[in-house]
């Protein structure tokens, strides 16, 4: 939700297997964005499926597919996925000043070696912020250790609530009176900082229908979610990720400030849940997103804010 020729600055690499659909890169193609399309048509396009249980939004997009079952949630992949190194970057990418991780904590350790690794080669000084995101099967007890020298590596470690609560071993209801889940939120965001190395670090845990909590050096502060109630909520997938990289536009706009990056990816995921796939986009006296202004979007969250976002619903 960054509007042209700003959003020519972000970036992103889709790899395009022999089904992947024509409509799906025209509406990419629309967003103006630095996407690089590359076609491998000796294989089927990296599909997943998220599993929801019951009572819970669920939706269905090209892409993604999605199943109603009895079970908890989950994710898998239901063809092979095409995983993106390192080497895949162009210099253009390289010099990015954020990088948005989604991968296991080795894996996010490796990946910050060896980028800063190939900056070096570049010769760019710049320090990029590396968000990481932790995929949910690596987020128990077992990996609380590798999670923690992860840390040690990234600016910004955002787990949702239920991925911060399993790397301790713990569960947590999302269904608690607000007060009660705030202070159980909090004390987990808590033992994330103990384990923090250096400032300038945070911790983003995302609380879905409670909006989320910055934790760092110098603050803890909940950010209410956009959304007050389900009314205008169709489907959630997508809405963590949206977050993650709103998050980093905001960071980058706010020239490093990690409490408008929160506001930043609170507003850009608010549009993500509102529908099926990717929010629709036009272009008339301004941009719009499911019809409505950023900026007019941006003052109502304001007065959420304001009002002290009555979260609890």
Request: proline share 5%; charged share 25%.
């Amino acid at each position: 939700m960054t509007p042209y020729p700003k959003s020519k600055g972000l970036a992103a690499i889709v790899d395009m297997g022999s089904d992947f659909p024509p409509s799906i890169r025209e509406t990419l193609e629309a967003l103006k964005c630095s996407i690089v399309f590359r076609e491998t048509p000796g294989r089927k396009t990296t599909r997943g499926q998220n599993i929801y249980g019951p009572g819970e939004l669920r939706g269905e997009t090209a892409v993604l597919y999605y199943i109603d079952l009895c079970c908890g949630k989950g994710f898998e992949y239901v063809s092979p996925k095409k995983r993106l190194d390192v080497d895949d970057l162009s210099p253009a990418l390289l010099a990015s000043k954020t990088f948005h991780l989604i991968c296991n904590p080795t894996r996010a350790i490796s990946l910050v070696k060896n980028i800063l690794s190939r900056r070096k080669e570049n010769k760019i000084e710049e320090m990029p912020l590396f968000l990481w995101e932790p995929v949910p099967g690596v987020c128990t007890s077992n990996n609380w250790k590798d999670c923690m020298e992860a840390m040690k590596y990234v600016d910004v470690i955002t787990p949702n609530v239920n991925e911060a609560a399993g790397f301790l071993g713990q569960t947590i209801d999302e269904e608690l009176p607000f007060e009660k889940f705030k202070g159980d939120v909090e004390k987990i965001a808590e033992e994330y900082g103990s384990h923090r190395s250096g400032m300038g670090k945070a911790i983003v845990i995302r609380c879905g229908k409670h909006g989320c909590l910055l934790h760092s050096s110098s603050v803890t502060k909940w950010f209410p979610a956009y959304h007050q109630t389900r009314e205008k909520v169709v489907d959630p997938t997508g809405g963590g990720n949206t977050f993650c990289g709103g998050f980093c536009a905001g960071w980058v706009q706010s020239e490093g400030d990690f409490e408008t990056a929160c506001v930043f990816g609170n507003i850009a995921a608010s549009y993500v849940i509102e529908r099926f796939g990717l929010p629709e986009l036009t272009l008339a006296n301004e941009e719009l997103w499911n019809g409505d202004s950023i900026k007019v979007r941006w003052s109502r969250y304001r007065f959420i804010c304001q009002e002290g976002g009555n979260i609890s619903q």
